[in-house]
């Protein structure tokens, strides 16, 4: 199992929307609608913001939205605000009840 | 709501066994869930380790297995992990959570221990 990929940094200014893709394989991203969002504030315990590719937990504001296209996944954030600069990780579902995730992008909000 | 916490030394010897344990309040791991374990590497990724279902049945990372165990003590309400013949590649924050379906889903978490390896 390789880590999917994310983009190491994305950045966008306060009130405009950014995406993050995962981009896996037809081993995991490809075949599943078990992709998963996390949003990791250094220092504090990572929160899930999308499971199941697109469904936000109750209490994740709709500015977080997250789709799917073959092996790669999306995480849209829009209305940018201040407090969303975190780190990001995508998480597939892998077969034989196994779980890998991305190596995380870096988000800031200029 | 559910509350994770992880215990355990936060200094392991090379070649030695990491010990964690991941106190539940909150909920009842009999009641339901898979409880798991996730690691995060200084300046890397998360790694997700092993989940375990209250029954006691098991699924671990494949690249980890040999070196892992996860078990569940109902009684205490809590969780461990172990991970033997520890190296310099196993430093980490170590995180506990509860898995909802075996598919990627951690909807609760702890606030992580950080454990280093060094003679």
């Known amino acids: 199992q390789s880590a999917l990929a994310q983009p190491r940094s994305v950045s966008g200014s306060p009130g405009q929307s950014v995406t993050i893709s995962c981009t896996g394989s037809?081993?995991?991203?490809?075949?599943?609608?078990?992709v998963s969002w996390y949003q990791h504030h250094p220092g504090k315990a990572p929160k899930v913001m999308i499971y199941?590719?697109?469904k936000r937990p109750s209490g994740v504001p709709d500015r977080f939205s997250g789709s799917k296209s073959g092996n790669t996944a999306s995480l849209t954030i829009s209305g940018l605000q201040a407090e969303d600069e975190a780190d990001y990780y995508c998480c597939s579902y892998a077969g034989s009840y196994t779980t890998i995730f991305g190596g995380g992008t870096k988000l800031t909000v200029l | 709501q559910v509350q994770l916490q992880e215990s355990g030394p936060g200094l392991v010897k090379p070649s030695e066994t990491l010990s964690l344990t991941c106190d539940v309040s909150g909920y009842s791991i009999s009641s339901g869930y898979y409880w798991a374990w996730i690691r995060q590497p200084p300046g890397k990724g998360l790694e997700w380790i092993g989940s375990?279902?209250?029954?006691?049945?098991?699924y671990y990372n494949p690249s980890l297995q040999s070196r892992v165990t996860i078990s569940v003590d109902t009684s205490k309400n809590e969780f461990s992990l172990k991970l033997s013949s520890v190296t310099a590649a196993d430093p980490a924050f170590y995180y506990c959570a509860t898995d909802v379906s075996l598919r990627g889903f951690f909807d609760h978490w702890g606030q992580g221990a950080l454990v280093t390896v060094s003679s």
């Open positions: 037809g081993s995991d991203v490809g075949t599943y609608n078990y």
């Open positions: 199941d590719v697109s």
């Open positions: 375990i279902h209250h029954s006691g049945r098991t």
